[in-house]
């Protein structure tokens, strides 16, 4: 859990992020409309991150297994581990056409 911390921080990050988008572009929105796309934007990453954190955790000890098994295999089992932070990308992507585009 070193990276505890950081995840935990990026909703809070694109929650304050929501906030400060209307007021810096100029435009006046309801304060229900601007708290929701934060709230929606701030699950988008958080739960992301989760299941990012849970796939890279259990890839990362099968790989680690594997690769002790296996040497000559590091790269493909790295490969599956690199493939569960996708999620995480795609939750930020989420987050971000929440807030830019609704």
Known sequence: MRYGGMVSAIPLLVLVL????????????????????????????????LG????????????????????EAVGPLLLI??????IAIYGLLIALLVILLL
């Open 52 to 71: 990012a954190g849970f796939a890279v955790g259990t890839a990362g000890a099968a790989a680690a297994s594997g690769i002790v098994e296996r040497r």
């Open 81 to 86: 581990v690199v493939l569960g932070e996708g």
């Open 18 to 49: 929501a906030l400060s988008i209307p007021s810096a572009v100029g435009y006046a929105e309801e304060g229900a409309s601007i708290i929701a796309k934060a709230v929606g934007a701030a699950l988008a990453v958080g739960l992301a991150g």
